[in-house]
């Protein structure tokens, strides 16, 4: 076990938020973030042809490309792990992108998530689920708390000590400051798009509600479940220090961020799906943003370092640009 003096301590009533009427509260949050869902799914059908069109489909997969990947490609693979270099302008589009998946500002989260990688699922992690213990009651309790409990949890990962180079940075400042605007354009433009589109108020009505509120939810959720789904279910064929797993279904709608195991291994590679068959849209954007000059000294796996942390030395046929067995010397 690692231990910090920002840890936290596993078990201790006085630091866990949800210890107070934890039921009362879990069925609480639950209720405000399932049923919504639930109910959107339902009212597609019902919505269809008079409240739903192709319009606001078209929306909401162009506004959740440019928010997820603000986050995957931007907060995540960019500014928390320096997978890549870029210029001014890119840095400054991937920091706005990211900021309209509201998820928080970019100094914060930075801190948040070099913190998970520093002590992932150890006491000091924001946001194990295993902090709970490993019971399948502490578990359903700490999958709630990865997912979105945390977020509500006062202790603040210090900015000053895990994020003193986004801190530092002029333009992210800049950005940091205007949050409130990235809420108004992320809200705002699918609704502008979608009444110029169809030239009516009830196609910005109708957008604003599938490509704004519900895409921020949906967004919300897939990267959550990084957090929570992908430090419990599905496979571990790398040698992690921890729990983080891969889990193959999430991987389109998360951009490629479910390859979560062998992110943990190898943190700082631009590409977490590394093996044959793993799509990973987030790494395809950098291979674009390469050959467009706009990303250089991209951090692209090595297939020798990436057969060295596989379990199973039978594995190495499935990592792209390696022989099938091992070399003998
Ligand atoms: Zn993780
Ligand atoms: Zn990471």
Known sequence: MTASPEALPTESPANDPLQPNSMGMRITIGFFIVIPLIAVLLAIPVAWGGYLGWTDIALVFVMWTITAAGITVG?????????????????IALAIAGSMALEGSLDQWVADHRKHHKFSDEIGDPHSPWRFGTSKRAIAKGLFYAHVGWFFDPQNTSIAKYAPDIAADKDLRRISRYFP???????????????????????ALTAFFWAGIVRVAL???????????CHVFGTRPFNSRDLS???AWLAIPSFGESWHNLHHVDQTSA???????????????????EKLGWARDVRWPK???????LKDPAMRRRVPGLPASA???
Not at 75 to 91: D, E, L, M, P
Not at 191 to 199: E, K, N
Not at 303 to 309: D, G, L, M, S, T
Request: glycine share 8%.
């Open 219 to 229: 967004v919300h959720h897939v990267t959550w479940s990084i957090n929570s789904i």
């Open 303 to 309: 297939p020798e370092r990436i057969a060295a942390k």
């Open 75 to 91: 907060y995540h693979r960019f500014f928390t792990h320096g997978s890549f270099k870029a210029n001014r302008a890119v840095k």
């Open 327 to 329: 070399p003998t010397s």
């Open 271 to 289: 590409r977490h799906g590394v093996l044959r068959g793993q799509i990973d849209l987030s790494a395809e954007i950098i291979r674009g943003l």
């Open 245 to 247: 797993s891969n889990v």
């Open 181 to 203: 605007l990235a809420i108004t354009t992320t809200l705002l433009l699918p609704a502008l798009l979608g009444g110029l589109i169809t030239w009516s108020w009830i196609g």
